[in-house]
């Protein structure tokens, strides 16, 4: 990131960290507010030579990227700060007028800070100089009360796809994150892979915050607006989490972890204590962010079978997703403290 734009990455940061998250309607609002201009200034500042001419036209990797309009492709690291800043904009544009709970808002905005730094460089100033900052584009006038509200369906449509954005953004860095602590281990630089793995930690909270931001919004209306939207003909194949290309491959970097890191937490902790509880905590929270993910499903599915299950099956979509927990927390049993002893005798496959 340029020199110019650091200070205000560094503004952006600091607003984000005082974000109120269990404060009162008006100065969560508020401090949101702040936080997304701060971001569209972001925007402004990085340079204009860094925008993609037009990302939709990279080819889509999975009907999942097609459908959420997402792309991966190697990019300059110009080109990342500003996707990820585009990306972080939106998301606090949206989430000035999200239903989501204390600890959500938190989480997520505690990620998106971290996105920042990562961009910035941790040394970064992080100083709210009030100066004034506005934010581009259409969003800056939606606080002109001549300008006609969004209608609310279309609200919840937009922010279906702009918190999956989202979460495909703490995705990537955590996956980034966390393979570069795998190499530190391999150097036998424990210090920077537990540094790392903390980082990775606060992505992973992330994760299940941005789920909820992207999926507040009325059951009917998922039910019978956004729900169909995910079949053919609309889409060429039933779209599945499973085929998310980029959580999948923070999936593998936690299989990659574990390969580099097998010792069990009571052996680590040991000889190695911060590392051993840094890889626990994320470990812990790659499981709550499982569980979460069956909370999340179930108040807009119910039990309606996922749009990959055929209607022979004894399962549902929660029920999968339940397996799906039960097996992680089997997995990560010898590495975490406080194991769930039921989990563990569940029969392999």
Known sequence: MSDSARPVAGRLAARL??????GTVETRTAALRAAAHAAGALVAALPVADSLA???????????????RVRTADLTAGQAARQAAEVIHRGLVDLRDTPLAGSDIARETAAMQQVVMDLAGDDTDLTDDGGEDVEPGADAKTDDPS???????????????????????????????????????????????AALLARTTVYVQGFPAARAHAAAL??????????????????????SGSAHLEYRAYRKAVEELIDVLPEPVEELA??????????????????????????????????????VQPPTTTDNAVSVLRAMRHTRAASIAPYVRFKDTLAEKLPDG
């Open 17 to 22: 960290v005082a974000v109120p998250a269990f």
């Open 54 to 68: 037009d990302p939709q036209e990279l080819p889509a990797k999975s009907a999942v990227q097609g459908y959420f």
């Open 147 to 193: 300008v006609t509200p969004r209608r609310p369906e279309d609200m919840w449509l937009a922010r279906w796809i702009t918190g999956h954005h989202v979460h495909v953004l703490f995705n990537v860095y955590a996956t980034f994150a966390l393979r570069s602590a795998s190499q530190a281990l391999r150097d036998g630089d424990w210090p920077e892979a």
């Open 218 to 239: 009325p059951a009917e209306h998922y039910a019978n607006a956004v729900r169909p939207t995910m079949v053919p003909t609309v889409v060429p194949v039933p779209l």
């Open 270 to 307: 040991l000889h190695a204590p911060e590392l051993a509880f840094a890889r626990e905590a994320l470990l812990e929270a790659d499981l709550i962010e499982a569980e979460r993910h069956v909370c999340l499903v179930e108040p807009v599915v119910g039990s309606a079978r996922s749009l």
